[in-house]
């Protein structure tokens, strides 16, 4: 996930009101990890912004989203081709109607960011291009990738980088990541996650 660190410094954190921009936060997708974003942007807030009482925070307006992201059959699996939920893009024009861009706590709506942009009339701050400008950054050329289904969203984009990247193909840990991602985002904590799949 795109480290609140990089959010922070995406506007000028000076500490004087004027400066903060609010951010609008689709989340939801899931819940745990919405959470742990707005944990890691205030942690970083009390290290990058003078503090004074609650005022040396950016504003942020959190939309928690009870639904697939994209439309899907009834086994879950996604129509294609893929189409965004109409649900999701009307929190989208929501939330920018609030906020000056948005953040996306989950990596496959990234694949539709450009119908989230234009529904919620803002842009959309993209975990998906922090984390590929970090490997551009450190010269990596081969990197492992984990993800709910074919984590396309990254490896399609790391082709384009000229840098290789791994995942999970067989088809019983596949399906094994998978339940495991889902149980997260029912709620069981995010360490459980790699444990459960990298057990013999």
């Known amino acids: ?7 922070l410094t995406a506007f000028a954190a ?12 689709l989340g ?4 745990q ?8 942007v205030h942690r970083a807030a009390q290290r990058l912004v003078p503090q004074r009482e ?16 994209i439309l899907v059959n009834e086994d879950s699996s996604p129509r294609f081709p893929i189409r ?9 024009a929501r ?13 496959g709506p990234h694949l539709i960011q450009d119908q989230i942009e234009e529904a919620a009339s803002c842009p959309v701050l993209s975990m998906i291009d922090v984390t590929l400008d970090e490997v551009r950054r450190r010269g990596w050329r081969k990197v492992g990738v984990l993800g709910f289904g074919d984590p396309i969203v990254y490896t399609a ?30 709620g069981t904590e995010l360490r459980c996650l790699s444990v459960s799949v990298l057990k013999p």
């Open 95 to 107: 939330l920018g109607s609030w906020a000056d861009f948005l953040v996306i706590t989950s990596n």
């Open 157 to 186: 984009r790391l082709g384009q980088l000229n840098a290789g990247s791994e995942t999970i193909t067989g088809e019983d840990l596949r399906r094994r990541l998978d339940r495991e991602t889902q149980t997260q985002h029912s």
């Open 84 to 92: 965004p939920d109409p649900r999701l893009l009307a929190a989208a």
């Open 14 to 25: 000076t500490g004087a009101r004027t400066a903060f921009k609010t951010i609008g936060v």
């Open 33 to 40: 990890a919405t959470m742990d974003f707005e944990v890691r």
């Open 28 to 31: 939801g997708i899931g819940p």
């Open 1 to 7: 996930m795109m480290g609140a660190t990089g959010t």
């Open 54 to 69: 609650n005022s040396g925070y950016p504003p942020m307006v959190v939309y928690f989203h009870r639904h697939p992201p």
